[in-house]
């Protein structure tokens, strides 16, 4: 049983479109994130919600739109997708509270912008 | 703001051989993570280091920490093909529980 699964695992559009990637964790964590990825392998966090409350949310460009239903699932709408949007996406989870534990994260999402 | 370095970037070695991969970071953090990340696939957690002088081992790596030179180390004895992957470390933000401050990365290729 997957611990945090995102879905997802390659996507593949023009540039222009608008595209979801989905996350879900059954961990029972608080936090949840959205991490970039890009082509030299250099991980930046994008956002975080902790109990469905947006914690983090560092310079992206609007067009990325992270929703949280519930502290469960942690969801990255983008719009007008642009070639430099191509990147891996993982999604992560944690319990803030317990920073001795680790983060677990997806398997990620290859996002292809043509 | 915290940065973390990672060195070296790279790494080619042999079968047999030990290597160490450093992590500096510039400010007071109370946790240090390492990471695994084979070529991919997604990233897996190796070690978390909470204390100065904490040291944690599996396997063929071994971790430590000194928080006074702000320093990690990830030490591979005796390196096998299997080590081959991408080893990142992260370093938790004073200021916040949430966000992790991640070095580039080390690429280490094992040559059998």
């Known amino acids: 049983d997957t611990a945090v699964s995102q879905t997802p695992k390659y996507l593949v559009t023009q540039m222009g479109n608008d595209k979801s990637i989905k996350c879900e964790q059954n961990?029972?964590?608080?936090?949840m994130y959205w991490y970039k990825q890009d082509s030299k392998k250099f991980l930046k966090i994008m956002f975080s919600?902790?109990?469905?409350?947006?914690?983090i949310n560092e310079t992206v460009p609007n067009r990325f739109s992270p929703k949280s239903p519930d502290k469960a699932h942690l969801n990255l709408h983008i719009n007008s997708l642009e070639l430099g949007d191509s990147a891996v996406y993982f999604c992560a989870s944690s319990q803030a509270d317990r920073v001795w534990e680790k983060l677990f994260f997806g398997s990620g999402t290859q996002l292809s912008v043509l | 703001e915290l940065k973390v370095e990672q060195n070296p970037l790279f790494l080619s070695m042999q079968e047999g051989k030990n290597y160490t991969i450093y992590c500096n970071y510039s400010?007071?953090?109370?946790?240090l993570y390492w990471y695994r990340q084979d070529p991919g696939k997604s990233l897996e957690s190796l070690f978390v280091?909470?204390?100065n002088g904490a040291v944690k081992q599996e396997g063929r790596l071994m971790a430590s920490l000194d928080t006074k030179a702000r320093l990690s180390t990830l030490h591979i004895t005796a390196a096998v093909h299997d080590l081959s992957a991408t080893y990142f470390c992260?370093?938790?933000?004073?200021?916040?529980?949430?966000?992790?401050?991640w070095g580039a990365g080390t690429k280490l290729i094992i040559k059998p």
């Open positions: 961990l029972g964590h608080d936090t």
């Open positions: 280091l909470l204390s």
């Open positions: 400010t007071t953090s109370d946790r």
């Open positions: 919600y902790n109990n469905k409350e947006l914690i």
């Open positions: 992260a370093v938790g933000a004073p200021d916040s529980n949430y966000q992790l401050i």
